[in-house]
């Protein structure tokens, strides 16, 4: 029997709005985990490991349609399948 238990590879940029163009649907059949600067963070909403950089979302503030607007926080970035 062959295993088709292969996950596809992380991209460099990813995404998790289904609204962006760096959306990646197959990647997110498995949990995804991200660290930053060694801590491992639950609350990315989007990643560049090339450019070092996560966003993760407002707690309050809103933009003109309704999602979250996003904080950049600039580090060591490593994505990994859970």
């Not at 062959?2 to 940029?13: E, I, K, Q, R, V």
């Not at 991200?34 to 933009?63: F, H, M, Q």
């Amino acid at each position: 029997m062959s295993d088709t238990n292969s996950t596809p590879a992380l991209p460099d940029h990813l995404s998790g709005n289904p609204r962006s163009p760096h959306y990646v649907a197959e990647c997110f059949e498995q949990p995804i985990g991200i660290r930053l600067n060694g801590k491992e963070r639950t609350d990315v909403e989007e990643y560049c490991v090339s450019e070092g950089w996560v966003k993760i979302a407002s707690p309050k503030s809103k933009d003109r349609f309704g999602q979250p607007m996003l904080i950049k926080l600039k580090g060591e970035v490593e994505a990994f399948y859970k």
